[in-house]
């Protein structure tokens, strides 16, 4: 496949942003914007402050899921992945989707155990178990109350899109040595485990910004909107997935009865929450080593 020109990433650039923009001036144009400001505002900082710590966890969690996809007799240091996992973050959430998944697959093959092909077939079993969980939590949500028909028919399609995508694995895995890991459903397991716990703590984070916003979080609070941002993750169409994200939870909670205003203003907020830590982790992996290397400059020693 050869690799996509300047002029070609600009375009999809310019393509994403336009979307995302788009779908955000939509929702703006629902609400009485004095009343937005007013409703975000009375915020609790420290339930804030909860979210941002809860959304933090999904990167440790994220480069176990990694770690644990890896085939028998490749391993990583636990540090070494983590730091790997935050660097893709930030490619994930600054630049299209297509580009942060490419980021992550060069990173990890990279890594003097793995190689192009490990590193392909861990991204792919990733998002894999990435989507058997969210077909979970939708399945979860539509058992515990009658969905909107637009997520029924999200279910649907990515129910059929999984289940197509997880036959065609595990028959690749058999008959190639592509998707090693596959081979081995303890592991692949075990990353389905992880991403449980990515999602556990992403809803953690989601009780943490209703608690900011005075309302009483329950499961029936909490998982509808869960479901609603995995569904609107599915397609990424911007970088982090603006626009499609606020508009997902901006559907949820007006579903649960909010104004727009005050869907707009936990949606908006929510989505700040989970960027923070997602783009400020691999930002200080970054920043680490250069702030090590400069260690001499104030007295100390330098560590190699």
Not at 176 to 200: C, D, H
Not at 244 to 259: D, H, K, N, S
């Amino acid at each position: 496949m050869q690799p996509l020109t300047e002029t070609t990433r600009q375009r999809v650039r310019i393509g994403a942003w336009l979307v995302a923009t788009a779908l955000i001036v939509v929702l703006w144009r629902t609400v009485n914007t004095r009343r937005l400001l007013a409703f975000v505002e009375g915020t609790d900082p420290l339930w804030l402050a909860a979210a941002v710590l809860s959304n933090l966890m999904i990167q440790p969690l994220g480069a176990m899921q990694w770690r644990s996809l890896l085939p028998r007799g490749v391993t990583v240091a636990r540090r070494r992945m983590l730091r790997l996992y935050s660097l893709t973050s930030i490619a994930n959430n600054t630049t299209p989707s297509i580009v942060g998944h490419a980021t992550g697959t060069l990173l990890l093959a990279a890594e003097p155990e793995i190689g192009r092909d490990v590193a392909l077939s861990v991204l792919a079993l990733d998002q894999l178990a990435v989507g058997v969980v969210k077909v979970g939590i939708v399945l979860s949500a539509s058992a515990l109350l009658p969905l909107p028909a637009w997520m029924v028919r999200g279910l649907t399609g990515l129910a059929l899109l999984v289940g197509a995508l997880l036959l065609a694995a595990v028959i690749v895995a058999r008959r190639t040595r592509f998707l090693a890991a596959l081979r081995t459903p303890s592991r692949f397991f075990m990353g389905v485990g992880f991403a449980i716990g990515v999602k556990l703590a992403e809803a953690s984070a989601i009780t943490a910004v209703q608690l900011a916003f005075g309302m009483h979080p329950s499961i029936r609070t909490v998982l509808p909107v869960l479901a609603a941002t995995a569904l609107g993750s599915v397609i990424p169409v911007a970088p982090a997935n603006i626009g499609t994200y606020e508009a997902a939870a901006y559907g949820a909670y007006r579903f649960l009865g909010l104004t727009p205003e005050a869907a707009l203003g936990i949606a908006v907020v929510q989505h700040v929450c989970q960027l923070l830590p997602a783009v400020g982790a691999g930002y200080i992996m970054l920043s680490l080593p250069r702030i090590v290397r400069q260690g001499p400059a104030v007295g100390a020693t330098e560590v190699r």
